[in-house]
């Protein structure tokens, strides 16, 4: 019984408190996720940065060094925190969203990962590569687990 009482007494995060920590975890584990990726085809992050900051600035991104490294993880933070504000909205309106964070957070990361590649990022000044099935393969699965997956738990953990 005192440990109910203990955790009663404990205070609620609110509802920025729940987006910051969401985004915060979107945005860390999805830029490690894409920065590990690129070293891991023999590429660099700072690349990866610049061809986000070049969703603005287009192709000059890549003469830009760091400049436009901090542009695009500007960005990329600011997208991690749309990404965890959307999905508080979403599990405000649809409460089940909360009752099965996994499931829904897996579903998620799907969507974000379709409406990202196929609605916003063409919508932008990026030059876009060719499809691989690899680079669909692993797109869903990171969206899944660094980008669906931590709002949806985060926000379960904190719901009032």
């Known amino acids: 019984m ?3 009482q203990e ?6 995060p609110s509802t920025l408190h729940t987006i910051v920590l969401g985004g915060l975890a979107v945005g860390v584990l999805d830029a490690t996720a894409a920065s590990l990726t690129a070293l891991l085809r023999g590429g660099s992050p700072a690349r990866v940065w610049q061809y986000v900051a070049s969703s603005l600035l287009g192709t000059e991104s890549f003469d830009r060094g760091t400049t436009s490294v901090l542009i695009g993880l500007l960005i990329h933070f600011g997208v991690a925190f749309g990404v965890a504000a959307v999905f508080y909205l979403l599990a405000r309106i649809f409460p089940l969203l909360l009752r099965r964070p996994v499931a829904s957070g897996i579903i998620y990361g799907i969507v974000v990962y379709f409406a990202m590649a196929y609605a916003i990022v063409p919508m932008t000044a990026v030059k876009q590569g060719g499809f691989s099935w690899s680079g669909l393969a692993i797109g869903i699965i990171t969206h899944i687990v660094c980008v669906g997956l ?11």
């Open 2 to 4: 005192e440990e109910n």
């Open 150 to 160: 931590p709002p949806a738990i985060i926000a379960k953990r904190f719901a009032r």
């Open 7 to 12: 955790r009663s007494r404990t205070p609620v």
